[in-house]
């Protein structure tokens, strides 16, 4: 076990992903994961996250950039963008759990799929217009077109890869053919590391309940276990307790480090936020991401921010552009920072934000 405080714990897991900033893709494979999420308030998540990491990015240059890169979308814990060699980590899919498109209309895969070998890349639009327009049920309590849930179930289960986003809908191609060469119990080893370099320094808690939603359809729960056991074990991993909460980070990175002198407006989904048990126990308050909450049941706002200085996220900011202008209004956890530093710190992070956003 390595001795740790809860000070240096927060500044390592503020600093290890807040790198300087990098190229596209180098960033999302330092990162490993960005998560995807289509709410514009003011930018969308992928854009708020990978502002912070790389050089002179704007807005939408994920979604414009991507055909060319080696990256993929797809379904990890979350819905997100990854490198592309993270696929064999996470394919092939076992038909462990069906979706309701797939028991409800058991023809229409095998039409989507013929659909697209013979014409190419296919927005959802398309395959309406050609197999019709029958709804289901969703997954978040409305109906889509069957044929939509269709495309995400066999992206899903790694028939289908998103090629391209036109005006924010993804237009679908066929997949390469892929067979993972990696023995389950490597394949599982190594997916329990890449989910610790995503969200290190991680609880063996939140390792638990994230090796679950990742691998219940790709690795027997007997295999993710053992490799579960192994991992804890090994010398990959360095292992601490910090308040009686045992913690495990690489083995290879440093934690002896400083926090900069820095205010950022973080993503409700950033690397360094998105861990909702390590937040309470590293800033000591709870935030919620509200945008599905009823309005008058809200307490920080529709897509409120987290709001870090140093390594202290202190409360939180919404922001919204009015006539080409951001409104930042901030709300706290604790007491207000008074000082100019701070002032400047937001001030400063505020106009990073506005010229990221192409204003």
Avoid: C
Wanted: hydrophobic letters at 40%; aromatic letters at 8%; proline letters at 7%.
């Amino acid at each position: 076990m390595v001795p740790l405080k809860l000070a240096a714990l927060r500044a390592y897991a503020v600093t290890r992903t807040l790198v300087q900033p990098i190229d596209l893709a180098a960033a999302v494979r330092t990162l490993g994961f960005v998560q995807i999420d289509p709410i514009r308030a003011p930018a969308r998540a992928q854009d708020l996250i990978l502002r912070h990491r790389v050089v002179d990015y704007r807005a939408g240059d994920l979604v414009e950039r991507f055909p060319d890169l080696p990256l993929v979308e797809d379904f990890v814990h979350v819905y997100g963008v990854l490198p592309e060699a993270s696929l064999d980590l996470l394919h092939p899919r076992q038909r462990h759990h069906t979706w309701r498109v797939e028991r409800e209309h058991p023809a229409l895969a095998r039409k989507i799929l013929d659909h697209i070998e013979r014409n190419g890349p296919t927005h959802p639009r398309e395959l309406t217009r050609a197999l019709g327009s029958a709804r289901v049920v969703n997954g978040w309590g409305g109906s889509s077109a069957a044929t939509t849930r269709m495309l995400e179930a066999l992206h899903y289960r790694g028939k289908l890869r998103v090629l391209r986003r036109d005006n924010g809908v993804k237009v679908y191609g066929v997949a390469p053919a892929r067979e993972s060469g990696l023995p389950l119990p490597l394949r599982a080893e190594q997916l329990l590391q890449m989910l610790v370099r995503l969200y290190a320094p991680l609880s063996m808690a939140s390792l638990r309940q994230l090796a679950a939603m990742v691998t219940q359809d790709s690795i027997p729960e007997a295999t993710r276990m053992r490799a579960m056991a192994q991992l804890f074990r090994s010398d990959w991993v360095a292992k601490g307790v910090v308040d009686g909460v045992d913690y495990l980070w690489p083995a290879d990175e440093r934690t002896r480090v400083e926090a900069p002198d820095t205010v950022r407006l973080l993503a409700p989904f950033d690397p360094i936020v998105w861990d909702r048990r390590r937040f309470s126990h590293l800033w000591d308050w709870e935030y919620r991401f509200e945008a599905y909450t009823p309005p008058v049941k809200r307490r920080y706002g529709y897509y409120a921010l987290p709001l870090l200085w140093r390594d202290r996220v202190i409360g939180w900011a919404n922001v919204t552009l009015k006539s080409g202008r951001l409104d930042v209004a901030t709300g706290f956890a604790g007491k207000e920072p008074r000082g100019s530093t701070f002032e400047r710190g937001l001030e400063r992070e505020i106009d990073a934000l506005s010229r990221s956003l192409g204003n």
